[in-house]
């Protein structure tokens, strides 16, 4: 086992022709905040909706906790290639061209990968591989979902509920706790942000600072193990961004895995152990702040962070 | 005969008056059930994620059934309902459930619209929260999106309500029976008391109107209670 709580494997999400992500991998360790940032339509929200799924990814595979959440990618299995017909009758040809075998079998690998050359028929031994990985590996999304909260750019806190309703709605639903205990868990949460008075009153009537905030201990209120925020404050006025951005410093310094996709360079820098840059699709450029903020490697990284610091 | 002696005479018949628009009103209230939870449902289906051949399969059908319903007169589906009722039990004491259905199918087609129409404007925003705390789509839906949904086609709802309960008036086209005797709904009777007194026809079918009217603006009445008390769920 590993210690990666969210793995993605070779991602590609196509919206009809536009091609939004192009092979995209990272994992996130457990307690590690990840600061994801690049150019907008750089393909960094959709990344992080690919890891709940909000997105389905069009190739590539998400692994959450040990879990597959996707179909199996044939093409990120090489002993599942190895088992199709298309493998065998290539490697059969070039063997007997008498080169050895560990490199045929690379170069046949990579050439199966390269040209997308697996059919639909592979043969039983490779169908058989596949269905064997995804019934052991698979998982319900919405179980997994359970362990990582989401915070959008919209708050999108539900209209039709109080804000107490907003919090317990999840955890009774889904049979977690009780309605009485699910409260408890909501008041606490409430107090923490100051906004007990708030529980009974519906989201219209509060401010975008308050939603956003209330949106983040909804999330908590499902004790998840990673929190997702996709630009939590880009949808604030500028003097509300300040009381959403120490919440979520809060959350991180709880020990909690997060990862976040902003806008708020000082902040990334701040609170991030790591911060993927993403443009046109792919992660082009990772490391430390430090690294990344101050000694960037790639022209695209220097060009980007010249415009927004 | 006087005016004053035509609305006493009409006055005495309103126990007839009554009784027909007793008819009229179980006939659209059961068509108005029936017709929201065939909405409820052509529109679920219809909005649903395409991806079992099952929901492809219903989807299907609740389009051809949206388009030949919305396609073809109120009054020739309510014949033909009527007709085939006759060819296969012959006779029935009661067949009130005739209309009841016909109407019932009729305006489930338009309810379907509506409903998606009110499902597709609630904000994407609100599944997304639904499903990134794990709940299914069918529980955000019933939770969520529903709820909301709901609020914005009140008011078309009841436009549809509206017109349904004047379009009950085409039952005047069957023979109502309840127990066996013939009844009649309210513009029927305004009709036959018109053939048997020429004289006071057009009385009669005032009288009809006005009391559809007194009707519709009950309708109307509860439309604006149901939304403000919607609305204060808000705030």
Not at chain 1, 39 to 53: D, P, Q, Y
Not at chain 1, 69 to 97: C, G, M, N
Not at chain 1, 170 to 196: C, D, F
């Amino acid at each position: 086992m590993n210690d990666n709580y969210i793995e993605i494997k070779g991602l590609y999400k196509n919206f009809g022709k536009l091609e939004v992500l192009k092979g995209v991998s990272c994992n996130i360790k457990k307690g590690e905040k990840v600061a994801i940032i690049g150019a907008s339509g750089s393909g960094k929200s959709t990344m992080l909706r690919c890891m709940n799924l909000l997105e389905t990814p069009t190739y590539g595979e998400v692994w959450v906790d040990g879990k597959l959440l996707t179909p199996i990618d044939p093409y990120l299995h090489f002993d599942v290639i190895r088992l199709s017909k298309t493998y065998q009758k290539l490697y059969t040809e070039a063997i007997a061209s008498g080169t050895s075998s560990e490199e045929v079998d690379k170069a046949v690998i990579a050439n199966i990968k390269k040209n997308d050359l697996l059919k639909n028929h592979e043969g039983s031994a490779y169908a058989k591989a596949i269905k064997q990985l995804y019934k052991q590996n698979f998982q319900q999304v919405d179980l997994s979902r359970r362990d990582m909260g989401m915070v959008f750019q919209h708050f999108n806190l539900f209209n039709n509920l109080t804000v107490l309703e907003n919090m317990t709605l999840a955890p009774v639903e889904l049979k977690l706790k009780t309605k009485p205990e699910a409260e408890k868990t909501a008041m606490e949460l409430l107090h923490r942000i100051g906004l007990e008075d708030k529980a009974k009153v519906y989201p219209s009537t509060l401010s975008g600072g308050q939603k956003q905030r209330i949106a983040i201990v909804r999330a908590l209120a499902m004790d998840p193990q990673v929190m997702l925020f996709d630009e939590p404050t880009s949808a604030l006025d500028p003097e509300m961004v300040g009381e959403v951005l120490d919440l979520v410093k809060q959350v991180a310094d709880a020990g909690m895995t997060v990862v976040i996709v902003t806008h708020e360079m000082g902040f990334a820098k701040e609170v991030a152990d790591r911060v993927l840059f993403m443009a046109d699709g792919v992660i082009l450029e990772e490391g430390t702040p430090d690294e990344l903020f101050n000694h960037p490697k790639n022209a695209r990284t220097k060009d980007f962070l010249s415009k927004v610091l | 005969m006087s005016l004053i002696e035509k609305l006493g005479r009409l006055w005495n018949l309103r126990g007839l008056f009554f009784e027909s628009l007793g008819y009229s009103l179980i006939i659209a209230f059961g068509a108005v059930v029936l017709g929201f939870i065939i909405g409820v449902l052509l529109a679920v289906v219809r909005i649903a994620p395409k991806n079992n051949p099952i929901i492809k399969f219903f989807d299907k059908i609740a389009v051809v059934y949206i388009t030949v319903i919305r396609g073809t007169p109120t009054l020739v589906q309510l014949l033909i309902l009527y007709s085939s009722v006759l060819v296969v039990f012959k006779s029935m004491s009661t067949n009130l459930l005739v209309p009841i259905i016909a109407f019932g199918i009729n305006s489930g087609a338009y309810m379907a619209e509506i409903i998606r129409s009110g499902i597709n404007s609630v904000d994407p925003g609100q599944m997304e929260a639904g499903r990134s705390v794990g709940l299914s789509w069918t529980t955000t839906m019933r939770k969520i999106i529903i709820p909301q949904a709901i609020k914005i086609v009140v008011p078309t709802i009841f436009n549809e309500i509206i017109i349904l309960v004047k379009e009950t008036s085409v039952v005047s086209y069957i023979v109502l029976r309840v127990g066996g005797v013939q009844k009649w709904d309210l513009l029927g009777i305004a009709e036959k008391l018109g053939l048997a007194v020429p004289a006071c026809y057009l009385v009669f079918l005032f009288a009809a109107a006005l009391i559809y009217l007194a009707v519709v603006m009950l309708l109307t009445l509860i439309q604006h209670l149901i939304e403000r008390r919607l609305k204060k769920n808000e705030r």
